[in-house]
Nanobody, 115 residues
C-alpha cells in the first residue's frame, strides 16, 4: 500500500508562487510514475504534470512554463513548483502514484489565487 499526503496549498495573490509537496509513505514509489492533477470548483478533474522514473516530465498546456514538477526519491517526496499563479489556477490539487498494480491518490490540498 501507498499513502500520499499533499501539503503547501493556501491563499495567494495573482502572480505569486507556491510549492506543493506530496509525501509518500508505505511502499516505495521510487519506481512509479508520479503526477499532479487538480479539480477547479465546479469542473472536472484535470491533468497538470507528470514525471517518470527517469525524470522525464510532461505538462498540460495551461501550466507549461509556469509550473515545474520534480521528485526526490530519497525523501519520498514529489513537488510542484507553481509560479506566476493565476485566478484560474484555483483548485484542489492532488498527487498520484501509478504502480504496476494500482494507482494511488492523496486527499488533496486547496490552492486559491485571488485577483
Amino acid at each position: 500500500q501507498v499513502q500520499l499526503e499533499e501539503s503547501g496549498g493556501g491563499l495567494v495573490q495573482a502572480g505569486d508562487s507556491l510549492r506543493l509537496n506530496c509525501l509518500s509513505t508505505g511502499r516505495s514509489v521510487s519506481t512509479s510514475a508520479l503526477g499532479w492533477f487538480r479539480q477547479p470548483p465546479g469542473k472536472e478533474h484535470e491533468f497538470i504534470a507528470a514525471i517518470g522514473t527517469g525524470g522525464g516530465t510532461n505538462y498540460a498546456d495551461s501550466v507549461k512554463d509556469r509550473f515545474t514538477i520534480s521528485r526526490d526519491n530519497a525523501k519520498n517526496t514529489l513537488y510542484l513548483q507553481m509560479n506566476s499563479l493565476k485566478p484560474e489556477d484555483t483548485a484542489v490539487y492532488y498527487c498520484n502514484a501509478r504502480t504496476i498494480s494500482a494507482t494511488y491518490w492523496g486527499q488533496g490540498t486547496q490552492v486559491t489565487v485571488s485577483s
